[in-house]
């Protein structure tokens, strides 16, 4: 546990402005991922255009969707989409993440107590976790051990 007077200065390189970072650390979705996902999404929705899986394609290629992601995304819309059809926004839209705190928030809202430090591979600093997502979401191999 740390306190307050643990709050010497450090970087603010680290300015992702959501303060969230997906979960999803996987490979990237491939061709036959989209082609599994598009056919799925085809049998669920007949009425939507050729047009619409085109676009699809690209989309999850250039926002760099995880296999995983990608799988999760299309079951998530299949299971709750309301509307007669599926927009792109809603499969892109999808993620799981977990919400963190910035050194500089954990001081000056001084949550040491509830909060875990982690290092996530994509993040160039240690950021803090509320304590239960990391059992919530299996996130002990990155715990930065005190």
Same mark, same amino acid.
């Given at each position: =546990?740390? $306190?307050?007077? $643990?709050?010497?200065?450090?970087?603010?390189?680290?300015? #992702?402005? !959501?303060g969230e970072i997906?979960?999803?650390?996987?490979?990237?979705?491939?061709?036959?991922? #989209?082609?599994?996902?598009?056919?799925?999404?085809?049998?669920?929705?007949?009425?939507?255009?050729?047009?619409?899986?085109?676009?699809?394609?690209? !989309?999850?290629?250039?926002?760099?969707?995880?296999?995983?992601? @990608?799988?999760?995304?299309?079951?998530? &819309?299949?299971?709750?989409?309301?509307?007669?059809?599926?927009?792109?926004? $809603?499969? #892109?839209?999808?993620? !799981?993440?977990?919400?963190?705190?910035? %050194?500089?928030? =954990?001081?000056?809202?001084? @949550?040491?107590?509830? %909060?875990?430090? &982690?290092?996530?591979?994509? =993040?160039?600093?240690? &950021?803090? &976790?509320?304590? $239960?997502?990391?059992?919530?979401?299996?996130?002990? +191999?990155?715990?930065? +051990?005190?």
């Amino acid at each position: =546990m740390q $306190n307050l007077s $643990n709050c010497s200065p450090q970087s603010t390189e680290l300015n #992702i402005e !959501r303060g969230e970072i997906s979960l999803y650390d996987d490979t990237l979705a491939g061709p036959k991922d #989209i082609v599994d996902a598009s056919v799925k999404i085809k049998k669920a929705f007949p009425l939507l255009p050729m047009g619409f899986y085109d676009i699809f394609d690209i !989309r999850i290629r250039e926002t760099g969707f995880t296999a995983q992601r @990608l799988t999760d995304a299309v079951n998530f &819309v299949i299971d709750n989409c309301i509307y007669p059809q599926p927009t792109i926004a $809603n499969f #892109i839209s999808y993620d !799981r993440t977990v919400k963190f705190k910035t %050194h500089e928030q =954990m001081c000056k809202e001084d @949550l040491w107590s509830s %909060h875990v430090a &982690v290092k996530f591979p994509d =993040m160039p600093k240690v &950021v803090w &976790v509320y304590a $239960n997502d990391v059992e919530r979401y299996k996130l002990t +191999k990155y715990v930065i +051990k005190p």
